[in-house]
């Protein structure tokens, strides 16, 4: 999975405001909800990168949100440290709080050049006892210094001879947390229980020591990585699902869903990501819902394909959410997608 080209996206279009809705015509668009709606039963997380949209985007959906997660630090060349909360994020972390919301900092593995995901400098902080231990503590010192009230954990592209050291080090930074404050870690997906395990993650060592677990089901196909295709189409969705529910238990699994799209040039691999409202302007009038995939996509006359995950889709995903006896849903991101309510 490819989701470190949506991190680098989300930041470069968060202070377009994605709120107003683009025009979208077509089979099943003239009904198309523009706020999701997510059942009562469900717990709500969102993520949040911070910008003037974000902040916009969480007051409209605010009163639906559970937990906003905050993208947040990464681990720094070296391992052996991590940075610090800009004075957005703990912005962002005041007024979540302000309106009776748990905030959790999101702790990443992101490169600092290319600001893609890397397996290798995550490695070099598991994989050294003391860079751990000085990480886990700088993390520590944030949440009790800055008032947080957990982490997440979303390091992404590791080998899978990562999976005993990423468990160590949940288990040392739950130790050195608050015992109120919430450890909670993002996946990104497989199909089956062995590509989990390949991906770095030893589950039921996880259980353990994460209160919850946010299954990313979405980059099944993007922009930079893939052909065209569903961004996380229903039937993949429902299979990655499958695999993670075969060893953990549903009520600590909340569903991530997408809120942003791809537009590809051509029948290549090659193009960009887009915001929910950016999608609809750029399909024109060629959209149309697919019910098997639960999304939109568009051939407009300019030769590119688009496929986006919008508010239909969300709710979609949260029945399938409420069905499996999940815990909830994960909304990436604020910023990018369209407004939500319970």
Known sequence: MRRASVVATAVAVSTVAVLALGACSGQGSATAPRMGQVPE???????????????????????????????????????????????????????????GVRAELLVLNADPGSGDFSGDLAMSMLGDEGARTAVVAALADQVEADGWDGVQLDLESLPGEAAPLL???????RDALPDDAELSMALQPSTTVEGFEGLGYDLRGLQEVVDRFVLMAYDEHGAGFSEAGPVGGLPWVEEVLDALLEVLPAEVVDLGVAQYGYQWIGSSEAGSSLTVAQARRAAASTGSWDDEQGEYTASPADGTTLWWSDSRSLTLRADLAEERGLHGVAVWQLSTGDRFER
Do not use: H, M, N, W
Not at 66 to 88: E, K, M, R, Y
Not at 167 to 173: G, K, R, Y
């Open 41 to 99: 039963a469900l717990a709500v997380q969102a993520y949040a990168v911070p910008s003037t949209a974000t902040t916009t985007a969480f007051g409209a959906s605010r009163d639906a949100i559970d937990v906003l997660s905050v993208s947040g630090v990464s681990i720094l060349p070296g391992g052996a440290t991590v940075g610090t909360a800009s004075d957005d994020a703990k912005a962002l972390l005041a007024e979540a709080q302000e309106a």
């Open 167 to 173: 468990t160590q080090f949940a288990v040392e930074l």
